[in-house]
């Protein structure tokens, strides 16, 4: 891949950050443009969750996870400190407001790997301040042979990620942006190429204002 780390990006002119939603169904390849895009623009951080969930030993707290009790987990929620949670499987998961928002003024990117219910919530707490994107299969025969060729997961797990992942595709709708990965190269710069429109957005932009003014004091002789 040949694409510029800055693409999109205007140094000299303030801008606030982007909220980057990434969602799909499992085997759609959402986790492998996530990891190319931290890879290739180093100006995106991946949201650290909360969770509720026993740290496994692979696991370091504050990188894959933070890791806290049911009663933290409990005030962040009663507080708004949570832009989004979901309980799954008996653990709570969350994604902290503080940090998202501070990333925000600062004009960093965050990178959300969350699912529609989550992507749903975050819009509703951060409005603008969100980019969804929704990563579909090029057809259901193709998203079962990739979950066939991870060999992570059991004939019966198989079953019930397809059919998830009928749940999880009507819910195309709700995301500003649908890109099809029938081939990875094009679908990474189709999701490069929302980004670089989207931090090029007046409303995104506050510097524009001093950028413009200063513009316009300028003689020409």
Known sequence: MT?????????????????????????????????N????????????????????????????YRFVDREE?????????????????GNFYGTPRAPAEK???????????????GALQLQEKAGADV????????SMEELKT???RRAEDSAETI????????VEIARWRDYDYVVVND???????????IIAAERLRRDRRPGLVAFTDALLAQEVG
């Open 131 to 138: 980019v969804s994107i929704f990563i579909l299969p090029p």
């Open 3 to 35: 694409l510029s780390p800055d693409l999109g990006s205007t140094p000299d002119i303030a801008r606030r950050g982007i909220m980057l939603v990434l969602s799909s169904p499992s085997g759609a390849g959402k986790s492998t443009i996530a990891r």
């Open 73 to 89: 987990f409990e005030f962040l929620r009663a507080g708004e400190g949570l832009l989004e949670w979901a309980e799954v499987h």
């Open 159 to 166: 079953a019930i990620r397809l059919n998830n992942a009928k």
């Open 37 to 64: 895009l931290l890879e290739f623009d180093p100006s995106f951080s991946l949201s650290v969750s909360v969770t509720t969930r026993k740290r496994r030993t692979s696991e370091i707290d504050g990188v894959h």
């Open 103 to 117: 990333a925000m003024r600062e004009g960093r990117d965050m990178l959300f790997d969350i699912d529609y219910q």
């Open 146 to 148: 990739r979950l066939l």
């Open 183 to 193: 081939d990875l190269d094009r679908a990474f710069q189709a999701v490069r190429a």
